[in-house]
């Protein structure tokens, strides 16, 4: 059998002599200047990407940054994520097989959103916020999730919302507010 492109083995899963049964993985072949990066977007935001668009990336320290064309949109949802599958193209000699890199995607304005820690989100849907000197667990609406910031709607303009975890938290708790700048901090009295 041969590989369409010039490539490079990076895993034999056989050794010489070795009986092949159909079907059995032999290894793999790859094409060390053309990779391919799963990424997976929430369903309400599959509308927003086109294949051909062009995707900046970057590694996780935020150092290096290369650009990647989406090659392939799956069709399907995933029913336990609710994200589908979006796969995007990077041609760059820097790349390396097994390497971490970020998708930045361009995404639609959202109204009356902010973007907060994910360590304060209470169940994926609740926030504490700060209502006469005591925790009050509000339902928020998530709008987008990233590794470790979400953004989120459903707040009162004005209202105050705890901006680091309190430890032992729970709804009627009673704590003050030290103001840091526009940031409040609660602390337990």
């Not at 056989?14 to 049964?21: K, P």
């Not at 072949?29 to 927003?48: M, N, R």
């Amino acid at each position: 059998m041969v590989a369409p492109f010039d490539g490079v083995l990076t895993e034999a899963a056989v050794n010489l002599g070795t009986l092949v049964r159909p079907g059995q993985k032999l290894g793999e072949f790859i094409d060390p200047s053309v990779y391919e990066l799963e990424v997976a977007v929430a369903k309400k935001f599959s509308d927003l990407l086109k294949i051909g668009e062009d995707v900046a990336l970057q590694d996780l320290d935020g150092n290096q940054t290369y650009t990647g064309k989406v090659s392939r949109i799956n069709a399907r949802v995933d029913r336990a994520s609710q994200t589908i599958q979006v796969f995007i193209r990077i041609e760059n000699p820097e790349i390396r097989e097994g390497m971490y890199l970020e998708a930045k995607l361009d995404a639609r304005d959202e109204e009356n959103a902010i973007e907060i820690p994910r360590e304060l989100l209470i169940d994926r849907s609740k926030v504490y916020i700060v209502k006469d000197s005591t925790l009050v667990l509000e339902e928020i609406d998530p709008v987008y999730f990233s590794s470790n910031k979400v953004v989120i709607k459903g707040l009162e303009d004005g209202e105050k919302m705890v901006s680091a975890p309190v430890p032992g938290a729970y709804p009627g708790m009673k704590v003050q507010i030290q103001n840091k700048k526009d940031t409040a901090k609660a602390e337990e009295l």
